[in-house]
Each structure stands twice: as structure tokens, then as C-alpha cells.
């Protein structure tokens, strides 16, 4: 299994409670592939620079999740006719860092060159 990022524009019009609805669907249907969420973040509702679909405006979310390689190129094909996608993107996770880890992390301390005389 591989770690994969997916980000998901939802129509403004089509969904309801900014998409949390169809977040839990889309983590069930993660955990039914056989498939792992790590990380699932609402990003918020923004304006588009240039329509898509005739809407000004859509949900953001964003995923993390680990998946093997077939059901990941399955994704975009699965949602393709779904009404409530205006756009989808399915990539490999390569951050250095660990996305389990990252709340884990704490805040690094600066010094300032004043404080270190």
C-alpha cells in the first residue's frame, strides 16, 4: 500500500454541512477498499478564480489515506458521475514528513540574535 493525498472540490449547492456528510462517506468507502484514513481536513469554503461547472464557489477537502495502487486509480472513476464532485485529484503522498506524526510535533524554539549574547 502506498500513502496517496486527495483533494476533493464539492458543489456549494449540492452538499449540506460543508461536506461533512460526505466526508463519512468517503472514509467508509476508504475503510470498504480495503484502504486506511490518516488524515481527513476540511479546508473551507472558497471562490473559484474562474468557473467550474457554472459555480462560483465550492468545499475543499483534503485526504490522506493509504491505498493500494488499483483502488487509487479506481477513485476518480468512482466519483466521476457524482454530482456533488466538481473536481478531484488523486496523487502520491511524498512529504517528508510523517503524517501520523504531525500533531505529535512540537513548535521549534528561535533564538534571536540578541537573546544569544
Known sequence: MKTYETVIILDGRK???????????????????????????????KQFAREIKKRKMGF??????????????????????????????VFIYDRPEDPKAEEKQETPVTVTAEEGK
Not at 31 to 40: F, V
Not at 60 to 77: C, G, M, T, V
Open 15 to 45: 452538499v449540506q454541512d460543508e461536506g461533512k456528510a460526505f466526508a463519512e462517506e468517503f472514509t467508509s468507502m476508504i475503510s470498504g477498499a480495503g484502504g486506511e484514513m490518516i488524515k481527513s481536513t476540511p479546508l473551507g469554503r
Open 60 to 89: 475543499y477537502w483534503d485526504f490522506i489515506i493509504d491505498l493500494d495502487e488499483k483502488s487509487a486509480k479506481e477513485l476518480p472513476e468512482k466519483y466521476k458521475l457524482d454530482e456533488r464532485v466538481l473536481r478531484m485529484l
